[in-house]
């Protein structure tokens, strides 16, 4: 991810701060119940990595506690 300062200095310019999981929810014979990839994304300097971090973990969440049922 981008530090702080080169997402204020460089803006837009300095890139994209991005987040991807491969997430499985498996019952206990090994069996797949559902798999997701989760992307999370900060193009913008307008928000932190603590940001997109809590962000990712949010969506994670959100696939797993809504049954792994897919995206």
Do not use: C
């Not at 300062?5 to 837009?12: E, I, K, P, S």
């Not at 300095?14 to 992307?39: F, H, K, M, Y």
């Not at 973990?57 to 797993?64: G, H, P, Q, S």
Request: net charge negative; hydrophobic share 40%; aromatic share 4%.
């Amino acid at each position: 991810m981008r530090h702080g300062a080169a997402r204020v200095l460089a803006g837009a310019m300095a890139g994209q701060d991005r987040i991807t999981s491969e997430v499985s929810i498996v019952d206990g014979d090994g069996n797949v119940l559902g798999s997701a990839t989760v992307d999370s994304k900060n193009p913008t300097a307008m928000y932190s990595a603590r940001w997109l971090i809590q962000r990712h973990a949010n969506e994670i969440a959100d696939f797993v506690l809504g049954g792994g049922d897919g995206r």
